[in-house]
């Protein structure tokens, strides 16, 4: 494990620019619990200061310092993405394993399930949320409701695999030898998809930090919690870019662009790496 | 291993075990196996030979219990007796079943290169499907499993690679540890040498015959390859179309095939010396959907006769121990 993130480092540049990229924005998400204010209050700075030394990313024409606000922001988004993450990958993994190595009545009621949350339109349910629960509208409702529609594709995938463990050898020897169901699935199965699963994870935490940034950015979420999309909202309420207050929507879209890009870039050399076809093109071997 | 009571390990009574399936209201039944009885011995290797489709490994499956749908037992039995103890395989409690696999029945599965889970080190599978029949804690079992590796002459430290990084021959050796290291009474061997060349042939057979001698179990050895049932079995058993159409101790079958199927098995063996060309059988098995009636070899059979397509030939036994399933059971001298 340690010996090949090592190897990667050293001889993927993407996964060597990725981890530099997210090992900056997590660093700079950490100075949030140093911050010398609480991220909600407001006129604690001179408003709208272009970026200095006093204030590096400059402040906002609520008065407050961008460079701490912008911490918390971050740091919530990331969290967020990941919260949806893990949570959607649970989901996907147990029912996609379960679907696929039961097969019969119980493959079909769970893919029929699935099916319906490929087709369902996700924007227009998610603002359909935002209305219907506006009062109790919180950071964590909105990354349990992503969650629930966010698993439904990589259900998909597993369960193709799993259909294909269940008729190998091994898995029959399992059964005969008195493995249960759940040991079979646990212990032969689940090594075989966790690393596809981790990089689909890594597109997961980028599809949905885009849809709450989207989100935020229209008032569709609690807008009291600062997130990325959140500041870019009130950037907007404030004609910040009318008013030539650039560095409000620059340094949080800066951030969320780093994010991705260190992301994306884990992704494509995670599937570079588990596909072992583009492996030995790669060595040449 | 000397404390078996006397009688069969394996006796298998009439066993019938159809493939039914039934989509768009067209039901099919595919009859595998049909009427086979046949019994095995302690301390004995029984060969199962036929042709592809034959029912070879849907036999075995029945036998091991190993059976799902639309694979299903229409009448028969199975009944294996471990140390006085007998147990119908197809009328037993789950759990109970459960208790006796790999502990005193274990299984080579067809593919057997494939038994070990590509993405987990070889120790993990042996953890996986043996640990729980062993009941040693964690450091005693591995000691177990190395000494087992060891005794039939593998590195230890295969233990510590992952499947791709053994050869076939290795990883179709490590898997019959995998299911000998329990010391089983019974073993169940499908094709586990089909797809290796014949030096690693050699040696997974001569590994394969060590493990006998040194348990005292009884194996029932599936192949195609009727040199293999030469070599290492001690009675065989032809089937053909889903029915055993002869058996009996390997060398008198060898001598003198009483069926004419296994007159012309035997006589597609090259023979050192002889250079005349060796005749294929006219026609293809039968399909096991719709089989032919009466004998389901006739017709194919050069000896044919008008009962041969009416009557199904019961098993008679022509010489001790030697039985066969044929209306004009003359022996043959092989060419």
């Known amino acids: 494990m340690w010996r090949t993130i090592r190897d990667l480092l050293r001889f993927n540049r993407q996964f060597a620019a990725g981890v530099v990229l997210l090992t900056l924005v997590a660093a700079y998400s950490c100075l949030s619990f140093f911050s010398p204010y609480p991220p909600n209050d407001s006129f604690v700075v001179p408003p709208d200061v272009p970026p200095s030394w006093a204030y590096p990313m400059g402040t906002t024409s609520r008065g407050q310092d961008l460079f701490w606000l912008l911490s918390f922001a971050i740091r919530n988004t990331l969290l967020f993405g990941i919260v949806v993450a893990v949570i959607s990958r649970l989901l996907a993994l147990v029912i996609g394993l379960v679907a696929g190595y039961s097969g019969g009545l119980v493959d079909r009621a769970l893919m029929s399930v699935n099916d319906t949350f490929i087709v369902i339109p996700l924007f227009p349910i998610l603002v359909l949320f935002y209305f219907v629960m506006r009062e109790h509208m919180s950071w964590g409702l909105l990354a349990l409701m992503m969650a629930c529609l966010g698993w439904a594709y990589d259900a998909r995938l597993i369960r193709s695999v799993a259909m294909s463990l269940r008729t190998r050898e091994f898995t029959e020897t399992g059964i005969f030898s008195g493995m249960s169901t759940r040991q079979i699935l646990v212990e032969e199965h689940l090594p075989y998809v966790l690393p596809i699963v981790f990089s689909t994870t890594m597109n997961n935490i980028n599809w949905s930090i885009g849809l709450e940034v989207t989100l935020s950015v229209l008032g569709f979420t609690d807008i009291n919690t600062p997130t990325i999309g959140v500041l870019i909202y009130w950037a907007n309420q404030h004609t910040a870019l009318v008013a030539g207050i650039w560095w409000w929507i620059f340094f949080p879209v800066l951030l969320v662009v780093m994010t991705f890009v260190g992301l994306f870039l884990l992704a494509v050399s995670m599937n570079e790496h588990i596909d072992p076809r583009s492996r030995l093109g790669r060595t040449g071997t | ?335």
């Open chain 2, 1 to 335: 291993m000397n404390d078996r009571l006397p009688g069969p390990v394996l006796a298998v009574t009439d066993l019938r075990a159809y493939y039914r399936t039934k989509a768009f209201g067209v039901e099919r039944e595919v009859r595998a196996v049909d009427d086979v009885s046949l019994s095995i011995e302690a301390n004995e290797i029984y060969g199962l030979a036929g042709e592809s489709s034959s029912g070879k490994t849907t036999l075995i499956k029945t036998i091991a219990a190993a059976i799902q749908p639309p694979l299903e037992v229409l009448a028969g039995s199975v009944v294996f007796n471990f140390g006085g103890r007998s147990v119908d395989m197809h009328h037993v409690d789950p759990r109970e079943l459960a208790a006796i696999r790999w502990k005193h029945l274990s299984y080579i599965m067809q593919g057997s290169m494939n038994v070990l889970n590509p993405v987990r080190h070889v120790k993990q599978s042996f953890v996986d499907f043996a640990f729980r029949h062993i009941a040693k804690p964690m450091p005693e079992f591995l000691d177990i499993v190395r000494g087992h590796l060891q005794r039939l002459h593998l590195a230890p430290d295969v233990l510590d690679s992952y499947p791709h990084q053994l050869s076939g021959g290795m990883r179709q050796r490590v898997t019959i540890a995998l299911a000998t290291v329990c010391r089983p009474e019974f073993i169940i061997a499908d094709e586990p040498t089909t797809a290796l060349d014949v030096v690693v042939q050699k040696g997974v057979l001569a590994m394969i015959h060590q493990i006998q001698r040194e348990l005292g179990s009884s194996i029932i050895f599936v192949t195609h390859d009727m040199a293999v049932h030469a070599n290492l079995t001690d009675r065989l058993g032809i089937m053909y179309a889903g029915r055993l159409v002869e058996e009996g101790r390997t060398a008198d079958v060898f001598r003198s095939p009483r069926h004419p199927y296994t007159a012309h098995l035997i006589a597609s063996l090259p023979r050192l010396g002889d250079s005349a060309p060796k005749k294929g059988l006219e026609g293809a098995p039968p399909n096991l959907a719709n089989p032919p009636p009466g004998c389901r070899f006739h017709p194919r059979c050069p000896r044919a006769s008008d009962i041969c397509g009416r009557d199904t030939p019961p098993m008679v036994e022509l010489a001790p121990g030697h039985r066969a399933a044929c209306f004009h059971p003359e022996p043959v001298q092989p060419a």
